[in-house]
């Protein structure tokens, strides 16, 4: 599925910019109206090509964001450290403590602080269950 979304955002993507280019060089040549026709049908091909793309990242995104939790998981006993998470994601950490935190929600984590700081969220439940 996701190989025909982008398949087709880049098909759309490809004919949209050609339609605005060649609005671009009908409009050079003064023939406004063939460009203004052109300039209607370019503009929202493109830009459903765009959006069905940047569809495609944000999945892409949310699945590498699940990887990463599991795998954090998994490594550390059910203990995930919001730095580690942050660096291991990519993500700020707000972000990335927003995502925890949702998590945390979901699966009804305890919070701890260790002696260096760390601050750490403790996913026990989940192990347990798998």
Not at 16 to 44: Q, S
Not at 108 to 120: K, P, R
Request: aromatic fraction near 12%; include cysteine; charge should be positive.
């Amino acid at each position: 599925m996701k190989l025909i979304k982008q398949g087709t955002a880049g098909l759309l993507l490809t004919l949209g910019i050609f339609l605005l280019t060649y609005a671009a060089y009908k409009a050079e040549n003064k023939d406004f109206h063939a460009a203004k026709h052109l300039l209607l049908r370019g503009v929202p091909v493109t830009g459903a090509g765009g959006l069905l793309l940047w569809g495609v990242y944000k999945e892409d995104r949310k699945q590498r964001l699940h990887s990463v939790f599991y795998q954090l998981l998994n490594q550390n006993q059910g203990r995930i450290a919001l730095m580690q998470f942050a660096l291991e994601a990519q993500l700020t950490a707000g972000v990335a403590k927003q995502y925890l935190d949702d998590k945390a929600k979901d699966f009804g984590a305890a919070f701890n602080v260790s002696e260096d700081g760390q601050f750490y969220y403790c996913f026990h439940s989940i192990l347990s269950e798998g």
